[in-house]
Nanobody, 126 residues
Framework: QVPLVESGGGLVQAGGSLRLSCAAS????????MGWFRQAPGKERELVAA????????YYVDSVKGRFTISRDNAENTVYLQMNSLKPEDTAVYYC???????????????????WGQGTQVTVSS
């Protein structure tokens, strides 16, 4: 089991910024590929960003390119999502997820993630 705990969500005006954090337990965290997903009411869960276990490779969905940055600090067992220039359409519950396979890649398929956090709400007004 790999517990994941998200934090950093909240309410922000359009154009503002938030940084989400996902803290993981376990000494093998540094071997996991990680992703950030979001789900808005009535919408499918969507991958917004992913990062390989080393941090050397990243992926972003087109709608957030240039605005969001995923990063990780393996020494602290934490992955981050820096969100700038937020838009109302970014409003959703954001989840971090881990792929525990011993591979180094960006993972874009939801089914390949093994562990999920509880989610943190991001609300962008106006």
């Amino acid at each position: 089991q790999v517990p994941l705990v998200e934090s950093g969500g909240g309410l922000v005006q359009a154009g503002g910024s938030l940084r989400l954090s996902c803290a993981a337990s376990g000494r093998t965290f540094r071997t996991y590929n990680m992703g950030w997903f979001r789900q808005a009411p009535g919408k499918e869960r969507e991958l917004v960003a992913a990062i390989s276990r080393s941090g050397g490779n990243t992926y972003y969905v087109d709608s957030v390119k240039g605005r969001f940055t995923i990063s990780r600090d393996n020494a602290e067992n934490t992955v981050y999502l820096q969100m700038n220039s937020l838009k109302p359409e970014d409003t959703a519950v954001y989840y971090c997820a881990a792929d525990s396979r011993l591979l180094s890649k960006v993972v874009v398929a939801t089914a390949e993630y093994d562990y999920w956090g509880q989610g943190t709400q991001v609300t962008v007004s106006s």
